[in-house]
């Protein structure tokens, strides 16, 4: 399996699954019959996941050839993604607690040496369960995991295994091409008992064996989820009110690995923009090494999406640290940044800095947010099935069909 960095890949690859996107996709979605035979799901993550395609191109694709109907279960993913990430965005003390919990699990892990084995021996695939090794392995070979495994590995990794839940979400984030803070943080919780009061997920032989087609029947998997804690989530809060872009300062981008649709960007900034810098994400991701193959997929994105959008950007400044965006910015005597809004993860702990630097200096911030998440976003309040009562609404708004 290989992922290609370019949009044009992702278009084909949605092209090619767009006939399977209705009752076919809801009958073989739940079966991983392995890397090189995905062709129940649309594979499409990678690309959704810095917005090389958005998820608008997508759900206009599936309704212009599917009803509501016939593509629920496929709507419903791409909304579930949507969902995890309006839930993050409202309660950002979630990822910071994470963080902390990390860096914990880390020093847990260089300071006790049955722990280091059993984690080590968890990412190098070495446990002496079949499928979980095979998954392992799978996924630091191909940066991808169908949904279904991603399920089962976390749950053996936690109430089998046993080991801490955030290593798990640490491992997935270092080698997922399509590593999400947000889905992927919430999922590891909800597998954990922690997202909804009283559900874990429990992966059970059986199920394993129907799903993956007889190709593994795991032994000595754990027979009961113990949830690791009541969810005691934060009151959602309000999503921030972006500043008024200025149109008389003179105005540079900074752009980066989280959004790499430039659409709203360039139709909200002013006509002339003196100077654009990028920054990348992925030092912030995990305080271990995030996998070549994320860096060179993210990279190679990255520098097509520069060549596509290059007769509508001033030359790029390649910058890695806080203190280089401010350098950049002040070189280039800017007044006013503008820039994609970012999730709440790495980056926007990145922006963050920035920003309070950047005004410190007299600089203004002034952040684009897509309208996709201006609309779905402030709806991700409680549970999913609450969420996706307003999926209708949805469509009919951004006119996807």
Not at 108 to 135: K, N, P
Not at 144 to 164: C, D, G, K, Q
Not at 365 to 374: F, G
Request: glycine share 6%.
């Amino acid at each position: 399996m290989y992922f290609n960095p370019s949009r044009d890949d992702g278009l084909r690859r949605l092209k090619d699954f767009i006939p399977a996107a209705g009752i076919k996709y809801a009958q073989g979605r739940n079966y991983d019959r392995g890397a090189d035979a995905h062709k129940s799901v649309s594979q499409l993550s990678p690309y959704i996941r810095r917005r090389t395609i958005s998820e608008v191109e997508v759900l206009k694709s599936v309704l212009g050839a599917h009803s509501p109907q016939s593509a629920e279960k496929f709507i419903q993913e791409v909304f579930w993604r949507t969902y995890w990430k309006g839930w993050f965005e409202l309660r950002p003390s979630v990822w910071t607690n994470y963080q902390g919990a990390l860096a914990q699990a880390k020093h847990d892990v260089m300071s006790q040496g049955g722990l280091r084995q059993q984690w080590e021996a968890a990412c190098y695939g070495t446990t002496g369960i079949d499928c979980f090794d095979h998954w392992a392995k799978e996924l630091v070979e191909t940066g991808y995991l169908h949904n279904h495994a991603r399920m089962w590995f976390a749950s053996i990794w936690v109430h089998t295994l046993e080991l801490p839940w955030e290593l798990g979400a640490d491992f997935f984030m270092r080698h997922l091409l399509d590593g999400d803070p947000a889905s992927n943080t919430l999922s590891w919780r909800w597998v954990c008992g922690m997202h909804t009061a009283g559900k874990t997920y429990l992966a059970r032989a059986d199920n394993i064996a129907k799903f993956t087609e007889g190709r593994f029947r795991p032994t000595g998997l754990a027979s009961y989820a113990r949830p690791l804690g009541h969810p005691d989530h934060p009151k959602p809060m309000p999503l921030s009110i972006p500043s008024v872009i200025e149109s008389s300062k003179r105005t540079g981008f900074l752009l980066h690995d989280d959004d790499f649709d430039l659409t709203h960007l360039l139709a909200a900034a002013p006509k002339n923009i003196y100077a654009a810098a990028y920054i990348p994400s992925l030092t912030g991701v995990s305080p271990w090494h995030v996998s070549d193959t994320v860096q060179s997929f993210v990279d190679g994105l990255r520098n097509e999406c520069m060549i596509r959008y290059a007769d509508r950007l001033p030359n790029i400044t390649d910058t890695t640290t806080v203190d280089d965006v401010i350098a950049w910015a002040k070189n280039a005597d800017l007044e006013q940044i503008v820039v994609p809004t970012p999730t709440i993860g790495p980056m926007r702990t990145t922006l963050d800095k920035i920003r309070a630097q950047l005004s410190a200096a007299g600089i203004q911030t002034c952040e684009i947010r897509a309208p996709y998440d201006t609309l779905c976003w402030p709806k991700a309040t409680h549970g999913f099935f609450r969420f996706k009562e307003n999926i209708p609404k949805f469509i009919e708004t951004l006119r996807l069909k």
